[in-house]
């Protein structure tokens, strides 16, 4: 959902930004990697140390990369079905540091069994909600369904780690991890089903 909304707004905001690397001639899957690394960076050096606001910080400089380079790709006549697959296999990277570094944070030292088995949940949920997708369309099904996309995911967990961790308030964290565990769960059962419909449509699933 927050995809479709702030696409657009973003569009504009970082168009020049992505015009003035294309004229250094940087190539769009240079921004794709480079990205990523800086979200990997944020997430797995200043999160595991607890710098948990400064790791959002970091991550989000870098995230917007992900905007940038399709805005490069589509500008230069550059988009590809390899761009297409390269940014999205550095995504999952990407996210499963973000939910990672958090695992680290909450169970060194048996901070907190708890919270870490909440981001370890939201690590594999996330993993499975992009799966389920990419399996179906592999399958000539469509699973475009889901109240926990990637950007609802990552919005909600970056604003939550920041605030959290500046206002001292980790029940806060803690609710907005459990939320997106649930969240992921339902998804992935939201894109199960419509998959089996197509299915069912088709004749592909046995009597």
């Not at 944070?105 to 939201?122: D, E, H, I, K, N």
């Not at 995911?153 to 907005?176: E, I």
């Not at 998804?187 to 998959?195: G, H, P, S, Y």
């Amino acid at each position: 959902m927050l995809n479709r909304l702030l696409r657009a707004t973003f569009t504009k905001l970082l168009s020049p930004i992505a015009h003035v690397l294309l004229k250094l001639g940087v190539s769009p899957d240079v921004v794709t990697i480079v990205g990523t690394l800086g979200v990997c960076a944020g997430a797995l050096v200043f999160f595991p140390r607890g710098q948990l606001w400064i790791g959002v910080l970091v991550i989000t400089a870098f995230v917007f990369s992900d905007t940038v380079d399709g805005i490069m790709a589509r500008a230069s006549g550059r988009s590809s079905k390899w761009g297409a697959y390269l940014d999205s296999t550095l995504d999952r990277i990407g996210d499963a540091a973000v939910f990672g570094g958090l695992v680290l944070y909450f169970s060194q030292g048996g901070q907190s069994t708890v919270m870490a088995g909440l981001a370890l949940a939201c690590l594999i949920l996330g993993s499975v909600v992009s799966y389920a997708k990419a399996r179906a369309e592999g399958l000539d099904f469509t699973a475009n369904v889901g109240i926990a996309e990637r950007a609802d995911r990552l919005v909600a967990v970056l604003v939550a780690t920041f605030f959290a961790d500046v206002l001292d308030l980790p029940v806060l964290l803690g609710v907005v991890l459990g939320l997106l565990a649930v969240a992921s769960f339902i998804t992935v059962v939201q894109r199960m089903l419509t998959v089996r419909r197509q299915a069912l449509a088709a004749g592909e699933v046995p009597s």
